[in-house]
């Protein structure tokens, strides 16, 4: 392998073009050599303005370019199962928007094709590679708090092209808690290392589209640690994740920037812990790359993928019979 791994982008999705196109750039063992699109004039123009070598005017092409080494897939939800594969079958690395799959067997085979073409698939959560989240795991488990009791995670803001946007299409994976939702889900798990057990959620569709526009969501851990999940398509922008502790709490109120404080709250005082560090994209496409040419163990691969699908789509049986489910039902 190369000292720097060539990436293509299936698509000009915007979180292509603004987040994951340039951290490839940014990163010292990545690069972008390719970008495509269905329509052939919007793939030249995004290669023309983001300087990229290529452009296509078809996934197929790109994914058989054999100077491509690993694909970017940011395709609407509903398609991420599908052409993963497709470019798993060629013989290419994806990394993958979240969340990877619309159910647990998708997420299953994508993982097989991944592990019977020997490449390495990933689900591009970012959130949990900032320092602040990092820190807030190690906190919780050592125990300098107490024991954790409660969890809470949020993300909401508001979609204002409801007609146009993929996130309101329920054909194509949309609703908040696909979108927005999967964050906090993940976020509880990973600070808490622990599965859900039980899943209880109610949801809404004030946007009329057949999608839950929000949805609150109580997941209860081992040890019976509740967790709380919130997100939505039609508030302002919230984000931030809580846990509470025997003997204090622990709030991020950002999840995802580098650069924003930790709050240790006790009965005594509230500590405010800085933290700095570097764009999380890039983080994520090292980490991925470092895996690729060094063949270093992959922190967050088929197991953690396929739990995280199980605990939102048990969350959505929950919200559509209004009855808890069995997180483990669903693997």
């Given at each position: 392998?190369?000292?720097?791994?060539?990436?293509?982008?299936?698509?000009?999705?915007?979180?292509?073009?603004?987040?994951?196109?340039?951290?490839?750039?940014?990163?010292?063992?990545?690069?972008?050599?390719?970008?495509?699109?269905?329509?052939?004039?919007?793939?030249?123009?995004?290669?023309?303005?983001?300087?990229?070598?290529?452009?296509?005017?078809?996934?197929?092409?790109?994914?058989?370019?054999?100077?491509?080494?690993?694909?970017?897939?940011?395709?609407?939800?509903?398609?991420?199962?599908?052409?993963?594969?497709?470019?798993?079958?060629?013989?290419?690395?994806?990394?993958?928007?979240?969340?990877?799959?619309?159910?647990?067997?998708?997420?299953?085979?994508?993982?097989?094709?991944?592990?019977?073409?020997?490449?390495?698939?990933?689900?591009?959560?970012?959130?949990?590679?900032?320092?602040?989240?990092?820190?807030?795991?190690?906190?919780?488990?050592?125990?300098?708090?107490?024991?954790?009791?409660?969890?809470?995670?949020?993300?909401?803001?508001?979609?204002?092209?409801?007609?146009?946007?993929?996130?309101?299409?329920?054909?194509?994976?949309g609703g908040s808690l696909w979108d927005r939702g999967s964050y906090p889900v993940s976020a509880l798990r990973f600070v808490l290392?622990?599965?859900?057990?039980?899943?209880?959620?109610?949801?809404?569709?004030?946007?009329?589209?057949?999608?839950?526009?929000?949805?609150?969501?109580?997941?209860?851990?081992?040890?019976?640690?509740?967790?709380?999940?919130?997100?939505?398509?039609?508030?302002?922008?919230?984000?931030?994740?809580?846990?509470?502790?025997?003997?204090?709490?622990?709030?991020?109120?950002?999840?995802?920037?580098?650069?924003?404080?930790?709050?240790?709250?006790?009965?005594?005082?509230?500590?405010?812990?800085?933290?700095?560090?570097?764009?999380?994209?890039?983080?994520?496409y090292e980490e991925f790359c470092d895996g690729i040419i060094n063949g270093s163990p992959q922190e967050f691969g088929r197991q953690?993928?396929?739990?995280?699908?199980?605990?939102?789509?048990?969350?959505?049986?929950?919200?559509?019979?209004?009855?808890?489910?069995?997180?483990?039902?669903?693997?």
């Amino acid at each position: 392998m190369a000292e720097k791994v060539r990436f293509g982008v299936i698509s000009t999705a915007r979180i292509a073009l603004n987040k994951h196109i340039p951290a490839i750039k940014q990163s010292r063992n990545a690069e972008i050599v390719a970008i495509s699109s269905r329509n052939q004039a919007r793939a030249h123009d995004a290669a023309n303005r983001l300087d990229i070598p290529k452009s296509y005017g078809s996934y197929e092409e790109l994914i058989a370019d054999p100077n491509v080494d690993a694909v970017l897939n940011p395709l609407p939800n509903s398609m991420h199962h599908e052409w993963t594969i497709l470019a798993a079958r060629a013989g290419k690395h994806v990394m993958c928007e979240k969340p990877i799959a619309m159910n647990v067997r998708e997420a299953r085979e994508m993982f097989d094709a991944a592990e019977e073409n020997a490449i390495r698939l990933a689900e591009s959560f970012t959130h949990r590679l900032t320092p602040q989240m990092r820190y807030v795991r190690e906190r919780v488990a050592r125990g300098s708090l107490g024991y954790p009791t409660e969890a809470h995670g949020r993300l909401g803001s508001l979609l204002s092209d409801v007609d146009t946007n993929i996130r309101a299409n329920p054909d194509l994976g949309g609703g908040s808690l696909w979108d927005r939702g999967s964050y906090p889900v993940s976020a509880l798990r990973f600070v808490l290392r622990a599965e859900p057990e039980v899943a209880f959620a109610m949801s809404r569709d004030h946007l009329n589209r057949n999608i839950d526009s929000t949805i609150v969501g109580i997941l209860r851990f081992p040890e019976n640690v509740l967790g709380t999940i919130s997100s939505s398509l039609e508030q302002p922008r919230t984000n931030h994740l809580r846990i509470i502790c025997s003997h204090g709490a622990i709030l991020m109120p950002n999840m995802f920037e580098e650069d924003t404080p930790v709050l240790i709250e006790t009965d005594q005082e509230t500590e405010e812990i800085q933290f700095s560090g570097q764009d999380r994209f890039v983080t994520l496409y090292e980490e991925f790359c470092d895996g690729i040419i060094n063949g270093s163990p992959q922190e967050f691969g088929r197991q953690d993928a396929t739990a995280n699908t199980a605990a939102l789509t048990a969350l959505l049986k929950s919200a559509a019979n209004a009855q808890p489910v069995q997180v483990k039902s669903m693997l």
